[in-house]
């Protein structure tokens, strides 16, 4: 089984920054993709970041030059630091990998992590 747990969400200022964390845990043997998403309220879920196992990143046009993500492999844990927020990044950001455990090749979500972005 994998889990995956997030933390660093939170109220922000406009202007302000937020690092997110997503550690994930359980019978993994590889993690693939590592990605970040994004829902806010009565929106559909939206690609924010992902990165690959060698490092390389990709970015929505919406948060270029201000979000930034990153991953430690021996730790199992992928981050988004989040710079320069603004009011429309507020929504529930949810963590995904693309891993291979016990039962074969999945992708698996979070929980979901609350970011709120006040004026």
């Known amino acids: 089984q994998v889990q995956l747990v997030e933390s660093g969400g939170g109220l922000v200022q406009a202007g302000g920054s937020l690092r997110l964390s997503c550690a994930a845990s359980?019978?993994?043997?590889?993690?693939?993709?590592m990605s970040w998403y994004r829902q806010a309220p009565g929106k559909q879920r939206d690609f924010v970041a992902s990165?690959?196992?060698?490092?390389?990143?990709n970015y929505a046009d919406s948060v270029k030059g201000r979000f930034t993500i990153s991953r430690d492999n021996a730790e199992r844990t992928v981050y988004l630091q989040m710079n320069s927020l603004k009011l429309e990044d507020t929504a529930v950001y949810y963590c995904?990998?693309?891993?291979?455990?016990?039962?074969?090749?999945?992708?698996?979500w979070g929980q979901g992590t609350q970011v709120t972005v006040s004026s």
């Open positions: 359980g019978s993994i043997f590889t993690i693939n993709y």
């Open positions: 990165i690959s196992s060698g490092g390389r990143s």
């Open positions: 995904l990998i693309n891993a291979r455990a016990v039962v074969g090749w999945n992708d698996y």
